[in-house]
């Protein structure tokens, strides 16, 4: 679910999945608890998000293409495991890396951006061929997208219904991180709007990725669970969100986070 490339003035790099983003946590948010925020389960007043289609990886590869017009390529899978080096789960990844930061959710090498394709006879195709490889999205064509903790997501998406502001999709992801998904271009103006608020990018915990980077779509199997939607791709917002329309409440959620995690270790 990481990138690889940079990410214009956000600054992040990494390599078909480096450290960084779906490895680093928020913690469980059953455990600490968002009452009425939806999404998020395990305390009170809370509304889980609506189960997946149940469509197939193929399936989902071919509608993305078709109806969201949105490039897609396959990567890496998981397969099993009889124990050893690389083992979590029974599973591991393809790529038998026994370090591997995405195990199942990662390009299959570097030149992945030659695979990526937007015609869905292509997809079809690729997912025929190998219908367990993860589904990816390159970022900085059809869409950016900015990722922050999974709590300060949903914290942020509360902050939004509040504030009438209406989000894109956005993508929920094993490791508790969620993306937004924005109009191309946010990755390059991010530390620029961060600023404009008061805020320092290094302070928060908000990422962009755009182009050279990419992210994995549902129903994308990882290492603790499957990316799902927190917010699907509906008709009513084929039409994306500029950055500046929800930097604000993504800004203020992970300010919120960053000082109750500074708390948390006083």
């Known amino acids: 679910m990481r990138h690889t490339g940079t990410t214009g003035a956000a600054g992040v790099g990494a390599a078909g999945g480096a450290a960084g983003g779906a490895g680093r946590t928020s913690?469980?948010?059953?455990?600490?608890?968002?009452?009425?925020?939806?999404?998020?389960?395990?305390?009170?007043?809370?509304v889980r998000i609506p189960g997946q289609r149940g469509e197939s990886l193929l399936d989902s590869a071919v509608r993305y293409a078709e109806e969201r017009h949105w490039d897609v390529f396959p990567g890496t899978w998981l397969e099993p495991t009889t124990g050893g080096a690389g083992a979590a789960g029974g599973e591991r990844c393809s790529c038998r890396?026994?370090?591997?930061p995405e195990p199942g959710a990662h390009a299959t090498g570097p030149d992945w951006v030659g695979l990526a394709t937007g015609s869905a006879v292509s997809a079809r195709r690729l997912w025929t061929e190998r219908p367990d490889a993860s589904l990816?999205?390159?970022?900085?064509?059809?869409?950016d997208a900015l990722e922050v903790p999974e709590l300060a997501g949903f914290l942020a998406l509360a902050r939004m219904?509040?504030?009438?502001?209406?989000?894109?999709?956005?993508?929920?992801?094993?490791?508790?991180?969620?993306l937004f998904?924005?109009?191309?271009?946010?990755a390059a103006k991010l530390d620029g709007l961060v600023r404009q608020l008061g805020w320092s990018l290094s302070?928060?915990?908000?990422?962009?990725?755009?182009?050279?980077?990419?992210?994995?779509?549902?129903?994308?199997?990882?290492?603790?669970?499957?990316?799902q939607w927190a917010?699907?791709?509906?008709?009513?917002?084929?039409?994306?969100?500029?950055?500046?329309?929800?930097?604000?409440?993504?800004?203020?959620?992970?300010?919120?986070?960053?000082?109750?995690?500074r708390a948390r270790r006083t």
Do not use: H, K, Q
């Not at 059953?30 to 009170?44: C, E, F, H, K, Q």
């Open 27 to 46: 913690g469980a948010p059953g455990a600490r608890g968002v009452t009425g925020v939806p999404g998020v389960t395990g305390v009170p007043g809370a």
């Open 97 to 100: 890396r026994a370090d591997c």
């Open 136 to 143: 990816l999205l390159p970022t900085g064509r059809g869409f």
């Open 161 to 178: 219904e509040r504030l009438g502001v209406a989000p894109g999709p956005v993508t929920r992801t094993p490791g508790r991180r969620m």
């Open 181 to 186: 998904f924005v109009l191309p271009g946010a």
């Open 203 to 227: 302070s928060l915990d908000l990422v962009a990725r755009g182009e050279g980077c990419y992210v994995a779509a549902p129903p994308t199997r990882a290492i603790g669970g499957t990316v």
């Open 231 to 261: 917010r699907r791709p509906t008709p009513a917002n084929r039409w994306l969100p500029d950055a500046e329309e929800l930097i604000s409440p993504l800004a203020y959620a992970c300010g919120r986070e960053a000082a109750a995690e």
